[in-house]
């Protein structure tokens, strides 16, 4: 193990036998992150940019971790990797009908990356850890320290994005390029209809890239998106651009489109202030109020992160009540009951009857779930129910 490695607090295991298991780790090989995020039913954000924009710094402020933020300057490898609750105060109030039983918010990894030099990013050694995240945070740098240089030698959030997205979709494009020559080899020795299907889909999303479009640009078929899917094109992602600016552009941070403005699909920008902002986080909770307030904040990047890429990635929450527990679930828009129970449990997916579902608001106002019952409040829903964010559900099954 390598001693760069830092403590990753409670970790959430699911295995493939659908087993919780809940772990402190000290240490963890990139390779075993991989395989454990694999199990681990969770959102996942990769922080990643160009040297020396503030990457760790937000890390430390998304997640409450102090990491040394030179780590990487100082010869660190190894990315950082926290696993941070999603406080929600619709969870909060659930449980308070129900304060015997232990509660559990529903998580999100974040792993930090150490700078990628301009032009690097289709051949970086993290390129896995981008290709597993759900969503990808780029931080660009828009503060100016006469003591860390910039590599262009001037300071243009607007250019750094420009120049990162080019190289997610040259990255993609190097991708295809590569699954294409050994497509044409392919089908040279054998006729194969789903390798002709791939390399027209294929040459149509490389037509794409040539022009300068992202691949999440891309209209696809579901069919279309499960044969490409074990790409996991970067271009293809959800995108955050987190811009990190000076002081003096504080009054920015409630208004990043006049830093930088994007319409693109997939792609939304908010902005911060490092230095001061961990300066705030090192004050008691009464302080950080007074702080705030001094400097017309309305709230820390952390709530304003998870906002942003809950609606980003069309995320929603559901809850469960268990015989020891009141639990948040984290799942995509559009999930159904029965994909819903298999995030619970695969023997619940395989067993599904039916759901019984509340909204979390009418939960509170008959008191619990068996008054809610009592009163007919309760529907019954099939595998084919749309779960809806905030649903307070209860899943029968057949074991």
Known sequence: MGSGFHKFYNFIIIMPNQTTIYKTYESLTPMAFLILLYYTIIMNFTLFGYPKTGKTTLFNLLTGAKIEVKAYENGKKEPNLRTHP???????????????????????????????????????????????????????????????PHPKGKISPEEDIHSMEDELTL??????????????????????????REKELLLQLRSLLEKGQALREAELSPEEGKLISS???????????????????????????????????????????????????????????TFLSEYNLKELSAPKFLKASYDLLQAITFFTIGKDEVKAWTVRGNTT???????????????????EVIPWKDLLEFGSFKNA???AAVRLEGKEYNVQDGDVIYFRFSN
């Open 171 to 196: 990255s993609d494009l190097v991708s295809i390029e590569s699954r294409l020559e050994k497509l044409e080899k392919e089908l040279k020795r054998a006729k194969n209809p789903e390798g002709e």
């Open 86 to 148: 999603v406080p929600d105060p619709r969870l909060e109030k659930i449980w308070s009908l129900y304060s015997e039983k232990e509660k559990k918010p529903a998580t999100v990894d974040f792993i930090d990356l150490a700078g990628i030099s301009f032009g690097e990013v289709k051949s970086t050694t993290y390129l896995n850890y981008l290709r597993q995240a759900d969503g990808l945070t780029h931080v660009a740098r828009g503060f100016i320290d006469a003591q860390i």
């Open 337 to 355: 009951a029965l994909k819903a129970a298999g995030v619970i449990h695969s023997d619940i997916e395989k067993g599904f009857i039916r759901a």
């Open 373 to 375: 019952k009592e009163k």
């Open 231 to 289: 790409f996991a094109f970067l271009s293809q992602k959800s995108l955050i651009h987190m811009i990190n600016v000076d002081e003096k552009d504080i009054p920015l941070i409630e208004n990043p489109e006049k830093i930088y403005s994007s319409q693109k699909k997939g792609v939304t920008t908010a902005a911060f202030c490092g230095k001061i902002e961990a300066e705030i986080m090192e004050l008691e909770d009464e302080e950080r109020e």
